[in-house]
Nanobody, 119 residues
Framework: QVQLVESGGGLAQAGGSLRLSCAAS????????MGWFRQAPGKEREFISS????????TYTDSVKGRFTISRGNAKNTVDLQMNSLKPEDTAVYYC????????????WGQGTQVTVSS
């Protein structure tokens, strides 16, 4: 199994920045991709960004391109999500997740961290 813990959420003003971090432990050698998702109240969970564990290949959903950057963190087995130019519509609970194959379901999820952007 893989355990995930997110950190770094909080309150920001529109136009501001926050940096989220996800720390993985356990069978980290089995990770193929780590992704970030978010869920706003009353909305479905949506994919934001992902990075492949070894190659570092990144993907982003259109709504965050140019504003968010996913990267391997300086600490071992961490992935960061740098969020700039935040908008009120970025308000949501943010989750990191991993999958152990190139495609398919994300099998392990963190507990989530709240991000609130005020206008």
């Amino acid at each position: 199994q893989v355990q995930l813990v997110e950190s770094g959420g909080g309150l920001a003003q529109a136009g501001g920045s926050l940096r989220l971090s996800c720390a993985a432990s356990g069978r980290t050698f089995s990770i193929y991709t780590m992704g970030w998702f978010r869920q706003a109240p009353g909305k479905e969970r949506e994919f934001i960004s992902s990075i492949t564990w070894n190659a570092g290949t990144t993907t982003y959903t259109d709504s965050v391109k140019g504003r968010f950057t996913i990267s391997r963190g300086n600490a071992k087995n961490t992935v960061d999500l740098q969020m700039n130019s935040l908008k009120p519509e970025d308000t949501a609970v943010y989750y990191c997740a991993v999958r152990q194959t190139p495609v398919g379901m994300y099998a392990y999820w963190g507990q989530g961290t709240q991000v609130t952007v005020s206008s």
